[in-house]
């Protein structure tokens, strides 16, 4: 597709289960970015994918959240034994180089939400 | 270390008449800015940039913002507001010193143009 997709749309889960989301790029973009928006508030930085380099974890929250990119394309945020102050919207952006000056093309998000 | 400030909550104003939605920010070096706007239950859309040069900046939907160096400011304008142009704004900064720099994003500035 033309812009960055992400799935799903919307995840409710309960307490202690483990979530995957997924994003998917637009095609040849070398950076992706994976946000929280919890209600109310801005966006928080979570983490930072460019290329071969090694990502930039510095904001996920805690141990229970990881995230992958393989082959440099599709991305996976995963967290585990979920809890309630996970619930949020999830988004990813992409952009065509992390140096660049080029503005994010964000995904609809995943709202997630959290029994 | 970088920062982006939207002072206002919330932003009334009527059908026709000027908007501003302000920003503020602080960065080491020079900024490159951006806003987006956000529509319910959908990701971030890119606005308008400002790299170097002119400080007043085009984008799209009818809007423009100044950049102003001496207050650090980059607020968002237009000359006649739509009701349409309800919804949430965005402005985010990114210092344009060398190497990977996140992008940080504001909180938030809520737009209500009122019929």
């Known amino acids: ?115 | 270390a970088q920062s982006v400030a939207q002072p206002e909550d919330q932003v009334n104003v009527a059908e026709g008449n000027p908007l501003t939605v302000k920003c503020t920010y602080s960065v080491s070096g020079n900024p490159y800015l951006f806003w987006y706007v956000q529509y319910p239950n959908r990701g971030l859309q890119f606005l308008l940039k400002y790299i170097t040069g002119d400080n007043l900046v085009k984008g799209s939907y009818g809007f423009e913002a100044e950049f102003n160096k001496s207050q650090t400011s980059f607020h968002l304008k237009k000359p006649s507001a739509l009701v349409s142009d309800s919804a949430l704004y965005f402005c985010a900064v990114r210092d344009q010193s060398g190497g990977y720099q996140k992008v940080t994003f504001g909180i938030g500035t809520k737009l209500q143009v009122i019929p």
């Open chain 1, 1 to 115: 597709g033309a812009g960055v997709s992400q799935s799903p749309s919307n995840k409710v889960t309960e307490k202690g289960k483990d979530v995957e989301l997924r994003c998917d790029p637009i095609s040849g973009h070398t950076a992706l970015y994976w946000y929280r928006q919890s209600l109310g508030q801005g966006l928080e930085f979570l983490i930072y994918f460019q290329g071969n380099s090694a990502p930039d974890k510095s904001g996920l929250p805690s141990d229970r959240f990881s995230a992958e990119r393989t082959g440099g394309s599709v991305s996976t945020l995963t967290i585990q034994r979920t809890q309630q102050e996970d619930s949020a919207v999830y988004l990813c952006a992409s952009t065509s180089s992390g140096y660049s000056n080029q503005p994010q093309h964000f995904g609809d998000g995943t709202r997630l939400s959290i029994l």
